[in-house]
C-alpha cells in the first residue's frame, strides 16, 4: 500500500510501526522525497534517551542491548534497537546480521527492532543514521539504543553521537593498552565487562580503573562507570541500566553535561557537512577522479599533486 | 642542524635516515614548508612496495611485520615500516607505542622505523599518512610495510592505500561471521593466521577457505591468499613474503592488477579531497558550526536541518 505525506506523518506521531519501518528502508536507499519529509519532521512531545553500545565482535554486545531493552521496556518504556552495520556494501552485512541474529528481544513485538547497513562517503557516520535516529526520536519512543559492530573509527563515529556512550569489554581479549589505542577511552560513558564470570574479569576492571585513574577530570566531568554484566543471565544488567539514568541525569543537568552534548552534535554536523561537501565535488569532477588516478599509477603525476590538481578543478567549477 | 631545502632534497635522494625522520616529523606536525617542499619531491627511481597489514590487537601483527621486514633486509632490500595510530591525539597512542615497542627490527639500524599518530579530519586516512609514504618512497625504500593499531575502518582506510594488504587473524578471537562484518574480507590479499600453534587455528583456516569459497571472482582476479604462521618462531614467514611477492607480480603484470591499483588511487584521492574540502569550510564557518549544534540540544532545530543551515553558510561564502 502507498502511503500519503499526510498518513506517514500521522504515522510517525502514533508511532505505527510500520511506516518508521519503511521511513527507515526510506532513508536508507536515499529516496529524496522520503529524506525531505523526514527533514521537515519536527521532534515530537517526549525525549529519546539514545544509548550507543559498542564492543568487539563475541563479546555479546548484542545479548546485552537486548537485555537492556526488555528491561527498559518492562519499566513500561517504549523503547527502540537500531543496529548500524558500517562494513561495505560489499560484504552484505547487515542482511546477514538480521538472519543470524536470534534474540529475545527480536521475538517481542513491543521492542522495535531495525538494522541499517550503511556507511558514510567519508567514514562511519551517514546521513541516513542520522535520519533514521530522528524518526525513532520523533515516533516517540522513550529509549534507541543504538548497537554497532566492532570497535573501529566507524563504529566510535555512530556510538559517539549517542546520549551516554557504552562500550563492552570481556575478558581475554587484548589488555588495556588496546583500549586507550582503539580510542575507547575518549568515548565511553559506562565501560561494560561482559561475560564476567569468566577468569579474568576482575584484571580487567582493575587495569580499567588504573587506567580511569590517570584521566584528569575537570570537576563536574563524568567519572566513567565499570560495571560487570553476564548478559546471557542478567546479572549486572539493572546496574547498566541505573548508570544510564545517572549519566542522563548528568547531560540534562549540569553545565558539563550540556557542553558535552553541544560537543557531540557539533562533531556530528561537522562530519555531515563534510559528506555532503564532497558528495557534491564528486559528482562535479565525473570521472576526472579515475584519470588522476591512473597517472599517479603511470607514476607521471605523485598523489599529492593529483589532490591539488583536483582541488583546482572543484574551485574552477564553483565559478 | 637547520637544513636547506637543497640539503633536505639531496639527503632524501641519499636516503639519509635523520632527513627522512625530520620530514616526517614536519609532516606529521602539519609544517606548511614541509608539506611543500615533499609535494614538489619528484618518486626517484625505484618503486616502493608498500604492503599495509592490520589485524585485531593481541594478534601479533608488530612481530610479524618486524619478522617481514628482517627477511626482506636480508634479502638486500632496503625496508621501512611506518605504524600508523588513527587513534585520537586525546590517548597519545603513538607515543606509547613506541615506548612499549620492544621489537627486534627496531633494535636494526638498517631497517627505517617510525611510528605517527594520525587522523584525517574525517576518517583514518589523512594526509600525513600518504605524505610519509611519499617520502619513504622518494627516499628509495624497496619494501615499506605500514602497519596499523586495530581493525576498524580507521586502519582499514589506510591499510586500503596499500599496494598489498595483509590481514592477521589469530584463532579464538571472534568467528568467520565477525571476519565478514569488519570488512577484511573485501581489502584482504593475504589472510595470515598468526599464533597456528594454538588450538583453534586449522578451524579458522578452514572457515575463512570456506568464506573465501562463496565469493565470486571475475576471471584474472587476484583470490587471496591464506597462510599460517607462528612470528614468534618464525615458522611460515617465508610463505607470507612469497604470496606478497606474487602479488606484486599480479599487480603490475596484469589488467585486472592495474584496475585495482587505479581504483585504490582513486578511492585515497577522494579522501584526501573530502578532507581538505571540510577544512576549508570549517575555516569559513568559524563559531557558527557550535551555535547549531546549541540550537539542535535546545531543540529549536533539528540535525538535518542545522546540516542544511550549515551548507547554506559554506555556499554563501564562496560568493
Not at 525525549?47 to 545479548?63: D, E, M, N, Q, Y
Request: hydrophobic share 50%.
Amino acid at each position: 500500500m502507498k502511503y500519503s505525506d499526510e498518513q506517514l506523518r500521522a504515522g510517525i506521531a502514533a508511532g505505527d510501526v510500520r511506516v518508521i519501518a519503511r521511513l527507515i528502508t526510506g532513508v536508507e536507499a536515499g529516496d529524496a522525497a522520503v529524506r525531505s519529509l523526514v527533514a521537515s519532521l519536527q521532534r515530537a512531545t517526549g525525549r529519546a534517551h539514545i544509548v550507543g553500545v559498542t564492543g568487539a565482535p563475541g563479546s555479546g554486545k548484542s545479548t546485552l542491548v537486548d537485555q537492556l531493552a526488555l528491561r527498559f521496556r518492562n519499566a513500561g518504556e517504549r523503547v527502540a534497537i537500531l543496529a548500524v552495520d558500517p562494513s561495505s556494501p560489499f560484504t552484505g552485512g547487515a542482511i546477514l546480521g538480521d538472519r543470524i541474529r536470534m534474540n529475545s528481544a527480536a521475538a517481542d513485538a513491543s521492542v522495535f527492532i531495525r538494522s541499517m547497513a550503511t556507511r558514510g562517503a567519508l567514514g562511519g557516520l551517514s546521513k541516513a543514521t542520522v535520519e533514521a535516529l530522528h524518526i525513532l526520536d520523533c515516533a516517540g519512543f522513550d529509549r534507541i539504543l543504538v548497537e554497532t559492530v566492532g570497535v573501529g573509527q566507524a563504529e566510535v563515529d555512530i556510538v559517539r553521537t549517542a546520549d551516554t556512550c557504552v562500550v563492552v569489554l570481556v575478558p581475554g581479549m587484548g589488555d588495556s593498552v588496546q583500549i586507550i589505542k582503539a580510542g575507547l577511552m575518549e568515548i565511553a560513558d559506562i565501560f561494560v565487562i561482559n561475560k564476567a564470570d569468566r577468569d579474568g574479569a576482575l584484571i580487567v576492571e582493575k587495569d580499567l580503573l588504573a587506567l580511569l585513574s590517570l584521566v584528569d577530570l575537570e570537576p563536574g566531568a563524568w567519572r566513567p562507570v565499570v560495571s560487570r554484566t553476564v548478559a546471557t543471565t542478567g546479572a549486572g544488567i539493572e546496574e547498566v541500566m541505573t548508570a544510564s539514568e545517572r549519566h542522563r541525569a548528568w547531560l540534562e543537568g549540569s553545565a558539563q553535561g550540556q557542553a558535552r552534548r553541544v560537543r557531540v552534535v557539533a562533531q556530528m554536523l561537522q562530519t555531515l557537512v563534510g559528506e555532503r561537501l564532497l558528495a557534491m565535488a564528486l559528482q562535479g569532477l565525473g570521472g576526472q577522479v579515475d584519470k588522476f588516478a591512473q597517472e599517479c599509477v603511470a607514476r607521471t603525476r605523485t598523489p599529492l599533486q593529483a589532490v591539488d590538481g583536483l582541488l583546482a578543478l572543484v574551485a574552477a567549477a564553483r565559478k
